[in-house]
């Protein structure tokens, strides 16, 4: 890579060439203070808080757009840069209702900490008296517009990074707002509450309902993770605080999403209103009783240890646990499955990355708007860079607005003709086809990369630790073993007379449970798991289960010691 | 002396938008000669040699911008023609395309041919009912005649040209807002560099010119670059409609050299002041630039000359305001356009250009207080050279130049509480 020489503050800087006078002072841990500038968004220049001054240029010049060139001298904090920063800042100020005091962002929020770094102790311009709208029509964030600041790192998120196109601006001048669609409530809009636009909001102005209000980052813990709610397995930070979860947020540094996520992964887990099973239970005449460990395992021990045996487990689970259900139950002779399919791939097995390169992709059976939703917006970001969208689903499908063909089963064959002379065609495969379906790509193996999306999200790492998957209902045997954890899965009893649920929640598969054993949720417990492109990930815990709930691990690895199998 | 008119030769002349009238007075022989005598970039050196500067409001030379065109045939580029005119007290280009469309045409044609581009866009300002119908109809005849389309005039070069209608915004005037409101966006400026001519509309190298400044181009090629070069002074040549309005006897657009005094203008060509009253202020060349006294009338009306003076040619657009003009009330009303035509964009601009008309409005409502003018002072200052794009620096204009030069009139409006010209 070329560099070129620069002096940023009389400190000599070797930057490469062709980048920003911003990634090369940042590079240099040099710190130009930006508002509308993301390093995930494309540069936008507008709001003018990082304007530097550039020798030899007539203006000041905005730090997050000039590039660097050979022999620059830049001065981040003279007299006229700081006054033209705190100029911005009082205008921004003048512009809406920033009474920190009363905002959720207070002490997160880069405006405020502009403002005590820039020493603003008053208001110049007269203060705003109208109050605007508050719109709180989605379920999980709400848009406060009086502590806008009108940086649009929200709406380039929603446009280039989730290519969902909802949110603009509407009127012009001191009379802009951020609006959706055709000026639509939010919750009546195309947006499909990734969050995307709340986690790059500077400001107070996009609110989460759940962590408003939580813990400021002084106060919360942040734990690099990776999402369990589907087999994309995004990577998150875990936000807590007093062993409490207060939010999700993707994880811009992780390969798989690149601080993306769905509103599976980053709002639903925070809403789980589910009661924990804290403790063991045991059946006693058609109720459940609390019990201790010992008796608890001790009846399950004998039960597994007879009759015909059935085990099946979520594919929520983390590898680890995998191992070690797959050793009890082979050993148990048990028949057992994990619940979840994997797609179909007739061909060279593709990553999600191949999408940003595809001409044609062929999206068989899957809705992205509802089930894996980042590929659906790694799809959205191809289709608006030009690549073409040929879709086999239903007619309702998400993403039947982007696709430039669009046709059932019966007509497959023609969309797989058409992808067989694209230069990179990518097909994205949902599990469980028709096989009709799955015979029908067979033209494209060797053509076309494979990106199938195995249905539950750790499929693939039950395949891996020798689990057949099922869909859950063919199991029948006198005992039924369920490892559930926080899976809401759907059991039938099919006749089964003993059920021993492994739940972290009350729920359907409790209720006919003759024993529970309290399991952890996903976010306390570590391990790996392996995502639908075989990716082998970690997932670390963030929160202590409570008092008597024990790992999973350790309590398969228990029933293993009561019955003397040496696993 | 009357100077013989160059670009608004036709304007007056029964149905002179009409292309047989048009065809009658000569019109087209350029193109036919641009085409078959000339390489494009024979035709670019031309232009050069011409001295022609952007008639738009920023006065670049026109030969540059078109050498900046990549030369490479196989690049899709663009001609945009800029037909947005919004700058308040501007009114030639609407004349132009009214009353002489296919001159504009025939500049675009040429224009086009030199920078190897086989589509043209006309931006036209939405208000501008009657221009709408004149630009299609003469594009409409310029095809029939073969003057547009493929193989124009058998010389094998091709040209499409149609008119896209703006929907009410100052800012789309400015060519990269321009070209986003082209494209079906919302009009905003883009970040420059780059700029148009590397990447411009749907990302290709696009020349982007104001009407007249194409309007020029055909008389160029017919006499020559010498002659349009002798026309003037020697960094601002050939001929320029100046249109003046305000407290004048005639207002009205006026084709007069470049280098014309002001005070020949507004004394002789627009029949000097109401009711003999005398001289106030003068905007010269639209409301973006720093407005003038009577002491500064005989400044010839050139680039170089306002530059010299700390104002601007602009657009042309001469503004008179006689003795009984408040100058506050003018300010805040030049002022208050700027603010509502603020794109939102960028913060200066947005909210500076509002808290410049609350100071503003509150002086001239008599409950200015002391420090108002270094307040107002101190927002020219945080906005003038930080915007986005240079509205800004356009916006502060009336409020700076007013009060440089009137100071006096702001401190009485301050101490009286109230505005001294109403009664
Ligand atoms: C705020 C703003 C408004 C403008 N409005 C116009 C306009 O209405 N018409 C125009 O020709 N140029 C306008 N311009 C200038 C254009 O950006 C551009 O410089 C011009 O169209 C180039 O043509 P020229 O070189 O022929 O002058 C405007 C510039 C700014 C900054
Ligand atoms: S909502 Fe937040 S991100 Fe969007 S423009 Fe306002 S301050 Fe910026
Ligand atoms: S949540 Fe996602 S879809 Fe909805 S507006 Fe924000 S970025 Fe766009
Ligand atoms: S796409 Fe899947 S892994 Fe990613 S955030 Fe949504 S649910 Fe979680
Ligand atoms: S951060 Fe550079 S202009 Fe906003």
Known sequence: MTKVQITIDGQKIAAEAGSTVLEAAREAGLDIPTLCHHPALSNWGACRICLVEIERQRALQTACTFPVTEGMVVHTESEKVVAARKFVLQLLFSERNHYCMYCQMSGDCELQSLAYRYGLTEWPYPRPVEPLAVDATRQYFVMDHNRCILCRRCVRACAELVANHTLGVRERGIHSMITADLNVPMGESSCIQCGTCLQVCPTGALMDLKSAYRGRETQVERTRSTCVGCSIGCGIELVSRANHLVRIEGDWDAEVNKGLLCVVGRFEPLFDDRQRVTQPLVRRRGLLEPCEWDEALGLVAEKLSGDSLAALITTRATNETMTQFGRLFRSLGAEMAAVGSLAPAPGAEGRLTDLAEADVILVVGADLKKDHQVAGAFVRRAVDRGARLALVADADNGLASYATWHVGFDQMDSLVGMAAQASRPVVVCAADLPAEAEAALAPLAGKASFLGLSRGSNSRGAVAAGLPLSRGGEASARVLYILAEDDRLHIPRNGAGFVVAQASYVGPLTDMADVVLPAPIWAEQSGHVTNTEGRVQSVQAALTPPENVWPTVKVLKTLAGRLNLAL | ?423
Request: charged share 25%; glycine share 12%; aromatic share 8%.
């Open chain 2, 1 to 423: 002396m009357t100077f013989e008119k160059i670009l608004l030769r036709n304007v007056e002349i029964p149905n002179s938008e009409k292309i047989d009238v048009y065809l009658k007075r000569g019109g087209y022989q350029a193109l036919r000669k641009a085409l078959h005598e000339h390489t494009p970039d024979e035709l670019v050196e031309m232009v050069k040699a011409s001295g022609l500067r952007g008639r738009g409001g920023a006065g670049f030379p026109a030969g540059l911008k078109w050498s900046f065109m990549p030369k490479a045939a196989d690049v899709t580029k663009y001609v945009c023609v800029n037909t947005d005119e919004g700058e308040p007290g501007t009114f030639k280009d609407r004349l132009l395309v009214e009353r002489d469309p296919h001159s504009i045409i025939e500049g675009v044609a040429i224009a086009a041919y030199a920078v190897g581009a086989h589509r043209a866009f006309v931006y036209i300002r939405g208000e501008f009912f009657t221009g709408v119908k004149r630009w299609m109809k003469a594009i409409d005849d310029a095809y029939a005649r073969g003057f547009l389309g493929a193989n124009i005039l058998g010389s094998g070069f091709d040209l499409d040209l149609s008119v896209h209608r703006g929907a009410g915004a100052y800012i789309c005037g400015e060519e990269t807002a321009m070209l986003e409101s082209l494209e079906g966006k919302r009009g905003e400026p883009r970040l420059k560099p780059p700029y148009p001519a590397q990447v411009g509309l749907y990302a290709r190298p696009t020349l982007v010119h104001n009407v007249e400044t194409l309007a020029c181009v055909p008389h160029i090629v017919l006499r020559g670059p010498e002659w349009f070069a002798s026309i003037g002074t020697e960094d601002s040549t050939g001929p320029k409609i100046f249109c003046v309005s305000g407290d004048v006897n005639r207002p009205g657009n006026y084709e007069l050299p470049l280098g014309t005094p002001l005070r020949e203008i507004i004394y002789e060509h627009a029949g000097g002041i109401k009711e003999g009253r005398q001289l106030k202020a003068v905007i010269p060349g639209g409301a973006s630039t720093p407005m003038l006294t009577a002491e500064h009338l005989d400044v010839p009306m050139a680039f170089e000359t306002l530059h010299a003076i700390g104002t601007m040619l602009g657009t042309g657009g001469i503004t008179v305001m006689d003795e009984r003009v408040c100058i506050v009330s003018a300010a805040l009303r030049l002022t208050r356009f700027f603010a509502h035509e603020s794109c939102g964009k960028c913060t200066p601009c947005r909210v500076g250009t509002q808290r410049l008309v609350d100071t503003l409005q509150r002086i001239e409502d008599g409950r200015g207080q002391q420090g108002d003018i270094e307040r107002l002072l101190s927002l020219c200052d945080g906005i003038a050279g930080h915007t986005f794009c240079p509205m800004g620096d356009a916006a502060v204009n009336p409020t700076l130049s007013s009060i440089k030069h009137f100071r006096h009139e702001y401190e009485v409006h301050i101490e009286r509480h109230r505005c001294p010209m109403s009664s």
